[in-house]
């Protein structure tokens, strides 16, 4: 069973910056997907970034495209969001998620294309 252990959540004034991480105890072979999903209070889990693990093609929403990048440290297994330019309605809790093997296509955006999950971290932004 992969567990997957999110860090560097925190509070931040609008305009700064943070960087998430996010640590797997295991490595599927192959081609998989990692993501990052956030949800604020009282709304539904919505997609932040994605990124294959091989070739690390990626993927963004809108609502992020430009301040948010999604990367991975391979020689440490580590998956990473380096978060700029925040603001007030970035505040939530982020959750990173994998997938099981998958084809080296697009990053998948839906909630329910990935396996596993991890605990969270709070980011809250101020104004």
């Known amino acids: 069973q992969v567990q997957l252990v999110e860090s560097g959540g925190g509070l931040v004034q609008a305009g700064g910056s943070l960087r998430l991480s996010c640590a797997a105890s295991?490595?599927?072979?192959?081609?998989?997907?990692m993501a990052w999903f956030r949800q604020a209070q009282g709304k539904e889990r919505e997609f932040v970034a994605a990124?294959?693990?091989?070739?690390?093609?990626?993927s963004y929403s809108d609502s992020v495209k430009g301040r948010f990048i999604i990367y991975r440290d391979s020689a440490e297994e580590t998956l990473y969001l380096q978060m700029n330019n925040l603001k007030p309605e970035d505040t939530a809790r982020y959750y990173c998620?994998?997938?099981?093997?998958?084809?080296?296509?697009?990053?998948?955006?839906?909630?329910?294309?990935?396996?596993?999950w991890g605990q969270g971290t709070q980011v809250t932004v101020s104004s």
């Open positions: 998620a994998q997938t099981a093997p998958l084809p080296p296509l697009a990053p998948p955006r839906r909630t329910n294309a990935y396996q596993y």
């Open positions: 990124i294959s693990w091989i070739g690390t093609t990626t």
């Open positions: 295991e490595r599927p072979f192959g081609n998989y997907f």
